[in-house]
Antibody
Framework: QVQLKESGPGLVQPSQTLSLTCTVS????????VHWVRQPPGKGLEWVGA???????DYNSALKSRLSISRDTSKSQVFLKMNSLQTEDTAIYFC???????????WGQGVMVTVSS | DIQMTQSPASLSASLEEIVTITCQAS??????LSWYQQKPGKSPQLLIYGATSLADGVPSRFSGSRSGTQYSLKISRLQVEDIGIYYCLQAYSAPPTFGGGTKLELK
């Protein structure tokens, strides 16, 4: 059974660094890619970035300078790090698995991140 | 980036009514289009992939279609449990882009 679960701090101060972890089960990170999607309160979905099964990464161009995605395949974990956080980064952050046809077939429950002093 | 223009932004419909939501892609994306349902406080759930294929466990009243660069999601007989926000997603080219969403409410 495929599962993804996000974890991380709920509150981050402005200008600080956000660190999130997505722990997956039911599939291998060397076979499937994992993407991050975020949703500001009351707004729509925004693609953040991805780590592909081969280990390469892609980032939203608007976030690229502040964003890093990595993984530990032995622990089935994907990591998101975003620095210089601003209030506009306040959002629910989801990790999701990517199916070869371009769809996101499984999603985590999401983690709410608030950027505030 | 490919733009996905989703309409309507909101929709009020009656039970058993037919509902149609559309997404217009700014360029050709083939069948790299999927649809998602999001209920309040929940993560999005995959409904349709490959523009027309029904995801596992999704009721058959949901269907997807394509006409050129316009994609549609149809609910044949609206049920209470279908209330929520619907999004389309294109993954033809990076970055993947979502439509703005359609909030579906009961009339």
């Amino acid at each position: 059974q495929v599962q993804l679960k996000e974890s991380g701090p709920g509150l981050v101060q402005p200008s600080q660094t956000l660190s999130l972890t997505c722990t997956v089960s039911g599939f291998s990170l060397t076979s499937n890619s994992v993407h991050w999607v975020r949703q500001p309160p009351g707004k729509g979905l925004e693609w953040v970035g991805a780590i592909w099964s081969g280990g390469s990464t892609d980032y939203n161009s608007a976030l690229k300078s502040r964003l890093s995605i990595s993984r530990d395949t032995s622990k089935s974990q994907v990591f998101l790090k975003m620095n210089s956080l601003q209030t506009e980064d306040t959002a629910i952050y989801f990790c999701t698995s990517y199916y070869y046809d371009g769809s996101f077939d499984y999603w985590g429950q999401g983690v709410m991140v608030t950027v505030s002093s | 980036d490919i733009q996905m223009t989703q309409s309507p932004a909101s929709l009020s419909a009656s039970l058993e009514e037919i509902v149609t939501i559309t997404c217009q892609a700014s360029q050709d994306i083939g069948n790299w289009l999927s649809w998602y349902q999001q209920k309040p406080g929940k993560s999005p759930q995959l409904l349709i992939y490959g523009a027309t294929s029904l995801a596992d466990g999704v009721p058959s009243r949901f269907s997807g279609s394509r006409s050129g660069t316009q994609y549609s999601l149809k609910i044949s007989r609206l049920q209470v449990e279908d209330i929520g926000i619907y999004y389309c997603l294109q993954a033809y080219s990076a970055p993947p882009t979502f439509g703005g969403g359609t909030k579906l409410e009961l009339k």
